[in-house]
């Protein structure tokens, strides 16, 4: 399978990655239908990065087909009131490993600053998703990185 070449990340888009907006991350299920799961996600270098501690259905999709989507809803209106909202289009790949210290770093984020996480003595391996953007759109400052689809 062909996928599209990795784009920069601009500034306006880092943003949003970079806060507390949670991802709307959607696989396909090997039936062609979407799964969707609210996550946490945070980036590394160019790549989008999301932990898992399980076997969970997005790992065994991303397996089967890597094609995937994030959306974020953010908290700035544009000027005729419209949400601020970013989708992410990209290709996917699981790492083994990593999972719970991805999570501990995220949910500074996502939780607060002295938040211990997870919450277990122990917790398994887990996996690290990266994703690697292809397109961007949505309603905000990105609209202008060419990717022109909403």
């Known amino acids: 399978m062909l996928y599209r070449q990795s784009v920069v990340i601009p500034e306006t888009v880092r943003q949003v990655l970079d806060g507390p907006a949670l991802g709307h991350f959607v696989t396909t299920n090997a039936d062609g239908s979407p799964q969707v799961t609210c996550v946490w996600v945070g980036l ?3 790549e989008l990065v999301v932990g898992s501690l399980g076997v969970w259905q997005k790992i065994k999709n991303i397996t089967r087909d890597p094609r995937v989507a994030i959306s974020f809803e ?3 209106r544009n000027e005729i009131g419209l ?3 970013l989708v992410v289009y990209g290709t996917a790949r699981v790492e083994p490993g990593g999972g719970p210290q991805l999570l501990q770093r995220l949910a500074h984020t996502y939780l607060g600053p002295d938040v211990a996480f997870p ?6 391996p887990g996996f690290v998703i990266r994703v690697t953007p292809n397109r ?3 309603v905000g400052p990105w609209q202008s990185s060419g990717s022109g689809e909403r």
């Not at 919450?119 to 398994?124: A, E, F, L």
């Open 44 to 46: 590394d270098g160019d």
């Open 119 to 124: 919450p277990m003595p122990n917790p398994p």
């Open 83 to 85: 949400i601020h909202h």
């Open 136 to 138: 961007f759109a949505g």
């Open 74 to 76: 953010t908290d700035v």
